[in-house]
């Protein structure tokens, strides 16, 4: 008989294991632009989209998810762990990079998380998280409209669970004692009520309205 599901596995299954290209691509030139090189820790990996992207400027890397999923490259070193109940299956201060692609909205405590990403990263390493943009002007009119924002309708719940703003990324970079903070976006975003994403060169006009993610972009402290 095969085994029953568990709760953390229907809402990882439920996330599909990947994300737009938009947001990888994004990510993979924030990295580019600081020369970043060598081990990456993909949390909350799926189906490994993120080393696909980045891939030639690393060496390895370690990808840790709930499950593993369909197409996930044969050169992840895969390590499964509850991200919700568990430390990262990672060493202290072994890793170059480590991201969190569209994963921090999944779970009950993100500042768990990025204190985890901290502690498995070397000094002045870099850490990534990206999220849904709650401040997009598709998000802000459906909480209008619906009160509750775009990436966080029922269909998207229990997977979706919790909503961060811009500020709050600020925030847990301060707690966590992170430098050279970056805020970006993906210059990706869907029209209201159509299925239709505003063009990559309208969207870099205001790309906190018109970007459906952002991303936060910082290093460990060195002392």
Known sequence: MIPAATDVERRARQSLGRSDDAIYGT???????????GTLADVGCGSGDLWRAVGRAFTRCIGVDAVRYDGLPADV?????????TALPIADASIDVAAAVEVIEHLDNPRALVRELVRVVRP???I??????QLS????????VKGRFSAF???????HRTALLEVDLHRIARDCRLRDETIAYTHRGRVPLTAWHYPSAVARVAPRRLSDNVVLIARREIH
């Open 27 to 37: 990510v993979a030139r924030l990295l580019a632009d600081r020369g970043a090189a």
């Open 128 to 133: 990534v998280v990206t999220t849904p943009n």
């Open 153 to 159: 309708q029922d269909s998207a719940y229990p997977a």
């Open 137 to 144: 002007v598709l998000s802000l009119l459906t909480l209008v």
């Open 124 to 126: 002045g390493g870099w």
């Open 77 to 85: 070193d895969l390590r499964v762990a509850d991200l919700d109940a």
